[in-house]
């Protein structure tokens, strides 16, 4: 089939880091990831194993893609990923019999035949990932955290692809809305860990640092599971900011002015750029220096800082962590939540709630087909710029 | 003899109109046949010898015994001074309040009197920074007290030192620095540049406490206060009054020492803004393209630091003592026989250009509120009867409107423009649902305590300074100011001032008469 793959090579690696500096478009061009005729991925288990084709509808472009494309992701994935494999990890799609599914894209427990943590663990769950990195006992599943990641399974970024029962989600909505159940899953995942920090605060603050789709994904789970928290976000482009407004926060300004948002909604002092309180817990959903910095510097002692955007190499200077004892916490993916009222639903069932709840289809921007990819990944790099949120590959005519 | 104000009628062979455009200008064609220009009368003449001018009228007050019979061994000398909004732009030192101060120290020490405390009268203001009081007080002053602690700047939070003095017949409680109440005499030094200032405002707003304030400094005084500059039709100045009433009879014994300038406000090579405009020389057009070029050309961070470098060569043309009521009233005459210009009835369309500077921005910013606090708060307000737009009328406004604060200066309004106006620019609305927040909130209080802040609350005040011109106005237009930014104002945006023009008639019509108030200099439009 055709289908976007990315392959290990340093060279083009190395040439789309550079060139992305000049261009998103530019670095698609040189980059690691190529459209190309690919030998159909043989199916990873037996027959019984539970795997499915499923036939992509449409696949969104999330960030993590696009630092693999433009050369700038961590080289930590290297021993957690298969090459050559095709991205795709938002999908929607459609399985033999029609039935619409969504994917969650972790590669977990079940689909690699190990043992869950607990029963009904989500495929995210469980506190050893050794699964992931080490090929199933067949030797058909090499390793990959998700979907996307893994040489085996193909990805959405083609006509079709395996998955694990354990992956699927059948769903009965608009394809333009399934398509961001997954990302929406990861905000809301992001979303609720601020719970443990706001157990018992009246009148919790809760920041949100970057209102792209999983910026906006997060004010939505907000909003909608913990309700009685004061959300705050900095939002750098005017349709971020409208959505973050209609999606439920209770304050969003432009991003330069959120520690003063933060600051007036604590009434507290700013002392060297660094307010004396602070938000409860921040959510940081962009993952630079930047970002890292300014949300530490409006979180207040002894809260915590949720990195949901994909950090990567940072520099930072973390006197003030230490100093406040302030608690870093990252967020990926999903997994089994515990709400307030103590019941214990997945991740993924939250996000379609939410989805559905917010017509998440208003964050749909754009659709392209794959051979105009290095169109749609310059758009999804520049998709704030350009008034945009989400970008997507549609498939629904595509052919093998 | 200086020429009075007076009225010109626009017509084709009149030359284009100077406005302010922040820390520039532009020259503006305005319709003919059915424009006005009201121009300031010219600078008065000043006295020649100020500091006798100073010495007979402490020895020759008005209702009070001389200054040296009130001077006692032993007794507890306050001396308050108006602080850094005025005068506007500074004055070329030595300042007038340094010439009254060192006459009263001269008395003071001539008398015996050690216990002498000079109190800076900032009311909500910011702190002076010590470059201004030295500007204001001179070196010998500053050094001699400044270092024991006996030179000081008020401070409206500092509730262990304010001191009640009792209430008015309307329960307005009279709060002011407890040792200017417990003082034995008073004296207060000040300049009047226009009628507002001055009488028993120096006290009641210079030392008083954020709750001594609230009770005029709101919506409702505001909008009622017809105007700021006729304080016999002010809800502000009535307010004021009665606090006075108060201070006369249960505060301490006060000794006002009010002085007024000419308008003579800008020196070379800016003294072709005094000029009218058909009397300009070759000399002053090319002046002012030289000017207005240069200006253009460089930051505005440095067309700002060369505008405020301006140092006005005003010269003094009144100065009384004594009794605060008695004192005040000759004061006004001097004022308003500088600033007064007769107009016939009432215009369409006012326009005016806003400067760089107000009284909350020496040294520092005109952010977007102060524009409006200029334009709808002091410059609609200079009138004496009735406004000089009429009700439901178009005010005209040029000013870039840049969206920047100075954040040391004004950390309460960046707030106040990020968080409270996009809520509502209704200043009844943001009194009851913001203001309290504002006032309280413990960061702005201690950057006003320490730093060199202005008070939380006093973006809200600017505002309201202009709720009256905000409620008599149809439409708010700025010429040239950044849009999304005069928005976020409740104003219209303009390009051109012809663009406003055409705006301006979709509510006054296509014929409607225009009025451009001349700035500068000061006057006050006395409309019959």
């Known amino acids: 089939m055709r289908a976007l793959q990315v392959r290990r090579t340093p060279v083009k690696l190395g040439m789309a880091r550079i060139t992305s500096a000049l261009s998103p478009a530019a670095a698609a061009k040189v980059g690691p990831l190529e459209l190309r005729r690919i030998d159909d991925p043989v199916r990873p288990g037996g027959p019984d194993a539970g795997w499915q084709q499923v036939h992509t509808r449409l696949s969104g472009i999330c960030g993590s893609d696009l630092a693999l494309v433009d050369g700038h992701a961590s080289t930590y994935f290297e021993d957690w990923v298969s090459f050559p494999f095709v991205p795709g990890h938002e999908v929607v799609g459609e399985l033999d019999d029609g039935t619409t599914v969504v994917l969650e894209p972790v590669l977990g427990h079940a689909a690699r035949g190990v043992a869950p943590p607990f029963d009904g663990a989500a495929p995210g769950d469980g506190d050893d990932y050794a699964h992931l990195a080490t090929p199933s006992a067949d030797g058909l599943l090499e390793p990959g955290i998700q979907t996307g990641f893994c040489c085996s399974t193909g990805g959405g970024w083609a006509p079709w692809f395996w998955a694990h029962d354990s992956q699927l989600h059948r769903v009965d909505m608009p394809d333009e809305r399934a398509v961001l159940v997954e990302p929406f899953a990861a905000g809301i995942h992001a979303a609720l860990l601020a719970l443990p920090t706001i157990d018992g605060v009246d009148d919790p603050i809760i920041a949100v640092l970057g209102a792209g789709t999983m910026g906006l994904a997060t004010v939505a789970g907000l909003a909608r599971y913990v309700p009685h928290a004061q959300i705050v976000v900095g939002a750098r482009y005017p349709h971020q900011q409208a959505l973050a407004r209609a999606f439920g926060a209770t304050v969003v300004v432009a991003d330069r002015e959120l520690l003063r948002a933060v600051r007036r909604a604590a009434g507290c002092h700013v002392v060297g750029g660094q307010l004396t309180s602070g938000a409860h817990v921040t959510i940081d959903a962009v993952g630079s220096n930047a970002s890292i910095g300014d949300a530490l510097a409006i979180t207040r002692p002894r809260g915590r800082v949720v990195l949901l955007g994909m950090p990567a190499d940072v520099s930072l200077d973390l006197t003030g962590l230490w100093h406040r004892e302030t608690e870093l916490k990252g967020a990926y993916t999903y997994g089994t939540e515990t709400l307030a009222d103590g019941t214990r639903p997945t991740t993924f069932q939250l996000a379609i709630d939410t989805t559905n709840h917010v017509e998440a289809e208003r964050l749909l921007s754009a659709t392209y087909r794959l051979d105009d990819h290095v169109d749609a990944l310059a758009h999804a790099a520049t998709a704030g710029r350009r008034g945009a949120v989400k970008i997507a590959f549609d498939l629904r005519n595509a052919t093998s | ?528």
């Open chain 2, 1 to 528: 003899m200086p020429r009075p104000g007076f009225v010109l009628d626009v017509d084709r062979s009149t030359p284009p109109m100077l406005f302010w455009r922040g820390e520039n200008f532009s020259l503006e064609k305005l319709p003919a046949d059915r424009t006005r220009v009201i121009y300031p009368p010219e600078p008065l003449p000043g006295i020649d010898d100020v500091d006798g001018a100073i010495r007979n009228a402490l020895l020759n007050p008005l209702d009070m015994d001389p200054l040296p019979a009130l001077l006692t061994p032993g007794m507890k000398l306050t001396i308050c001074f108006d602080d850094a909004s005025l005068s506007l732009p500074k004055m070329r030192r030595p300042d007038t309040r340094q010439r009254i101060i060192e006459a009263v120290l001269e008395l003071a020490a001539e008398a015996g009197v050690d216990d002498v405390h000079l109190i800076a009268a900032l009311g909500l203001h910011r702190r002076m920074h010590d470059y201004e009081l030295r500007h204001v007080l001179g070196d010998r002053i500053f050094d001699a007290f400044h270092p024991r602690g006996l030179l000081y700047q008020h401070d409206a939070e500092d509730y262990d030192n304010l001191s009640v003095i009792g209430e008015t017949d309307e329960g307005e409680v009279v709060e002011i620095s407890k040792r200017v109440a417990e003082s034995d005499l008073v004296v207060y030094a000040n300049i009047n540049q226009v009628a507002m200032d001055g009488g028993w405002k120096s006290i009641t707003t210079g030392v008083a406490s954020y709750r001594c304030l609230s009770y005029h400094h709101n919506p409702a005084t505001l909008q009622n206060t017809r105007s700021l500059m006729d304080r016999h039709h002010s809800a502000l100045h009535h307010s004021l009054w009665r606090m006075g009433e108060v201070l006369r009879e249960h505060g301490p014994k006060i000794f006002t020492v009010e002085t007024t300038l000419n308008t003579d406000t800008f020196p070379s090579p800016f003294d072709f803004l005094a000029k009218r405009e058909w009397e300009w020389t070759a000399k002053d057009r090319a002046t002012f393209l030289a000017t207005q070029k240069s200006l253009d050309r460089v930051p505005v961070k440095m067309r700002r630091k060369i505008m405020h470098s301006i140092e006005s060569p005003y010269r003094m043309t009144g100065v009384h003592a004594g009794f605060t009521p008695t004192v005040h009233e000759k004061t006004l005459e001097n004022v308003y026989a500088q600033h007064l210009v007769d107009v016939e009835g009432q215009t369409d369309i006012l326009t005016m250009g806003i400067p760089y500077i107000c009284p909350y921005n020496p040294e520092g910013i005109m952010n977007p509120i102060l524009v409006m606090c200029m334009g709808l708060g002091y410059l609609f307000n200079m009138y004496r009867g009735k406004p000089l737009v009429r009700e439901g009328g178009v005010i005209i406004m040029t000013h870039p409107t840049y969206r920047d604060f100075h954040s040391v200066h004004h950390p309460s309004y960046i707030d106040f423009f990020e968080e409270v106006l996009p809520d509502t620019t209704d200043p009844a609305v943001m009194s009851e649902k913001w203001e309290a927040k504002y006032a309280e909130d413990e960061w702005y209080r201690h950057l006003y305590r320490t730093g060199n802040a202005y008070h939380g609350v006093h973006p809200f005040y600017a505002w309201y300074w202009g709720a009256h011109g905000q409620q008599h106005a149809g439409r708010v237009i700025i010429v040239g100011g950044d849009a999304p930014t005069v928005r976020r104002l409740g104003f219209t945006p303009a390009s051109t001032m012809n663009d406003a023009l055409e705006i301006a008639a979709d509510v006054v019509g296509r014929s409607a008469s225009i009025t451009h108030l001349h700035v500068p200099s000061v006057l006050v439009a006395d409309v019959k």
